[in-house]
């Protein structure tokens, strides 16, 4: 029987073939070897390093000292989506992230903008990661050895100041490009980290921020709170405006906790680690977080952060009057942002793999070299593509616009939990379930992201707009007519 359009569009794939589909590769399931520990490292991991060291100075231009608020307006975002994350990775036993959970639940077409906006989420925070490790790289060859990176390759070409675009021509910020390539020479070869090794890194990156904050708080000055909302309103930012503004960059550094979910066919007893896990990174991160913005915030009058390049790494040097600690930092930075910039490649291709092996994108993305393991084709075309933006494009616009896909994506999410309870009804196996009924915390979550995103910049909406005409027509010209769901089993 054909399927009309309008069935096309909504149909589901069910969570049993989702299951199936991720152990189709090697003919294996996925070893349940983490426990609690090592999974919140995990999601910690991901989430640190990330926008920490960079976005204080985009965001605090916005806000102010009010940035404070940002960050909790952003923790308590990411928090009422996870808790949503919590429950679809008991109900959906599946790799994939929010992809596989839409998919499941609200309908094929529905998960391929999902999958839209975490092609945007994870490619471009890999080339705004890049980017700022460039800065702490500088910062510590000058710190170091005494020698910093010619301006015109380390400066991008086009630069944006949320709504006019300069271009330079003549420069390229060449070290963010030699990042991606290390990175995919050993995603090529197959290379990953380990939980071990990725708990050590999380404590080095934790240890790092501590230090930050130790030395910043003998520096610390309650005038510089003062105001403590941005009162500048010549970009639309005073007040509560900046904060709402700010939120939504700040929100770049929360976006690795849905790695915890992604997990869970490898998590021992899920159903109590994996909610358990998304919270505890959640707190950690956030109490972390706001260590540093107050430590940041005291350290150094808001008006000096805006263009500050290696923000933390200067307010140290700033404080102490000495190289020392801003190297110490430094040198933290570039070890774990490389991770960072790794991790968040390899997961681009590995959505980009879900999607292909669906039907729904070229084949080319699903072709796994037989000996490494790694699908190569899709790895190259993917650290090409964040090569590129990161040596050509500026950070400012890319934090928001990494914040605008996330942010669509964690609103399908909250409202796939009303949907698969009532599609698996009450006596589906399940584990953890959100707390007050199917309604209240995915709607809370989905007015955060609404309240977050209404105060993103106007390019960032049409930017956004282009890339979702972009995939509607990849949908209606490819996907639907090669979707596997098309094949009757």
Request: one cysteine or more; aromatic letters at 10%; a positive charge.
């Amino acid at each position: 029987m054909n399927l009309t359009l309008g069935q096309k569009l909504f149909r589901t794939k069910p969570a049993e073939r989702a299951h199936e589909d991720s152990h189709a590769h090697g003919g294996a399931g996925l070893n349940r070897t983490l426990g609690l520990f090592p999974l919140t490292m995990i999601g910690v991991g991901a989430t640190v390093g990330t926008g920490i060291f960079f976005t204080m100075v985009e965001a605090v231009p916005k806000a102010g000292p009010a940035v404070i608020l940002s960050f909790l307006i952003a923790a308590l975002t990411a928090g009422l989506t996870a808790l949503c994350y919590a429950e679809l990775a008991g109900r959906v036993p599946a790799s994939g992230s929010s992809y596989s959970f839409a998919y499941a639940t609200v309908g094929e077409f529905a998960a391929f903008i999902v999958a839209a906006c975490l092609l945007l989420e994870y490619g471009l925070a890999g080339s705004a990661v890049a980017i700022g490790w460039s800065d702490y790289l500088n910062n510590f060859l000058q710190n170091a050895f005494g020698w910093e990176i010619p301006a015109s390759l380390r400066s991008p070409m086009f630069v944006s100041d949320h709504s006019n675009l300069t271009i330079h021509s003549g420069n390229f910020n060449l070290p963010p490009v030699l990042l991606v390539i290390m990175c995919c020479i050993l995603l090529v070869r197959g290379t990953k980290e380990s939980a071990t090794t990725n708990a050590i890194m999380v404590v080095i990156k934790l240890a790092i921020l501590a230090f930050f904050a130790a030395i910043a708080f003998t520096g610390f000055d309650a005038n510089n709170f003062t105001p403590f909302f941005n009162t500048d309103n010549s970009k639309g930012f005073a007040g509560m405006a900046g904060v709402t503004a700010a939120a939504g960059t700040v929100f770049f550094s929360f976006i690795g906790l849905d790695t915890i979910a992604t997990a869970g066919e490898e998590v021992k007893d899920p159903r109590r680690n994996v909610p358990i896990g998304i919270l505890a990174a959640l707190i950690i991160v956030t109490v972390f977080y706001l260590l540093v913005a107050m430590a940041a915030m005291g350290a150094q009058p808001a008006h000096l952060f805006e263009g500050q390049q290696a923000g933390l790494s200067v307010i140290l040097q700033n404080v102490t009057g000495q190289a020392w600690p801003a190297l110490v930092l430094s040198a933290g930075a570039v070890i774990s942002v490389f991770s960072v910039t790794l991790v968040t490649i390899y997961g681009q291709t590995r959505i980009l793999y879900a999607i292909s092996r669906d039907g729904l994108i070229p084949k080319t993305f699903q072709k796994v070299n037989p000996r490494t393991g790694a699908p190569v084709s899709n790895t190259l075309i993917v650290c090409l593509v964040v090569g590129l933006v990161a040596g050509l494009v500026d950070a400012t616009f890319l934090w928001d616009m990494v914040s605008m896909g996330t942010l669509t994506a964690f609103i399908v999410v909250s409202i796939a939990v009303p949907v698969i309870r009532a599609k698996q009804g009450p006596g589906a196996e399940h584990g953890f379930k959100v707390p007050f009924g199917p309604y209240f915390i995915p709607g809370l979550s989905v007015l955060a992201c609404l309240y977050i995103m209404k105060d993103l910049p106007p390019a960032t909406y049409r930017v956004f707009i282009i890339w979702m005409v972009a995939a509607v027509a990849t949908y209606f010209l490819y996907s639907v007519r090669h979707s596997r769901l098309n094949r009757k089993n």
